[in-house]
């Protein structure tokens, strides 16, 4: 049975985490106990649980565009707070980094079981943009900007996720202003396999990546 060691969470909340250069080859963690359970890896032999955030579907309408007769607005997920609470220290952008996600097994191909969606970062909460309402084409999809990963399975019934360096930089520097100002932040969709729906209520893994400096 392979060995874990984890971090105080609350530790995590207030310093945050170093990031390091990893051998996946030589990741000695203990597969998550439960399924659909995510421990984010810190070093070979280190791990921290991924928590789980519960958001309801919210809608918002442009009053203005309303009066005129012209709907327009935007349905989308909120998650309280600026940041998740594990969050890695900006030095995150220079290395791969890797996740661990426990499933029933891990026979079917990740990218069918789960999505890493980048988040829009406001003040006091996360923002997962699901849909928007327009004048002309009635509610279409947001633009997700689906985060590209590499998979591999690991241990008897999970994935070992890797997302490279240079994705990771090329999402900072894609919105480098916000970046600035909150660093990233990201969930963990766990996929319906029968409807690929999104309900009312839907729970999030969480994680991120501090802004430069902090």
């Known amino acids: 049975m392979k060995k874990v060691f984890f971090m105080a969470l609350a530790f995590v909340a207030a310093v945050g985490m170093n990031a390091q250069v990893i051998d996946p080859a030589a990741i000695s963690i203990e ?18 649980p991924l928590e789980i955030e519960h958001s309801k579907l919210r809608a918002t309408a442009n009053v203005g565009m309303a009066l005129l007769g012209v709907p327009k607005g935007s349905e989308y997920y909120q998650l309280e707070g ?13 290395h791969d ?5 426990s499933w029933s097994d891990n026979k079917r191909s990740p990218k069918r079981l789960f999505q890493i969606i980048p988040l829009e970062i406001q003040k006091k909460r996360r923002i997962y943009n699901v849909a928007k309402l327009t004048a002309f084409k009635g509610t279409v999809a947001a633009d997700q900007g689906y985060v590209n990963f590499n998979a591999e399975k690991y241990g ?14 090329k999402l900072r520097d894609d919105n480098e202003g916000e970046m600035k100002k909150f660093g990233k932040q990201f969930v963990i969709r766990l996929l319906n396999a029968s409807t690929d729906k999104l309900s009312d209520n839907e729970d999030f893994l969480t994680f991120g990546i501090a ?4």
């Not at 980094?97 to 996600?101: E, F, G, V, Y």
């Not at 008897?156 to 930089?169: G, N």
């Not at 802004?211 to 902090?214: D, L, N, S």
């Open 211 to 214: 802004k430069t400096g902090k």
């Open 82 to 94: 600026p940041e998740s609470p594990v969050t890695l220290d900006a030095s995150a952008y220079n």
């Open 156 to 169: 008897d019934h999970s994935y070992l996720i890797t997302i490279p360096a240079e994705e990771l930089k």
């Open 97 to 101: 980094l890797h996740i661990i996600i």
């Open 31 to 48: 597969e998550p106990e439960f399924e659909q359970e995510a421990i984010l890896v810190i070093n070979e032999t280190e791990g921290i």
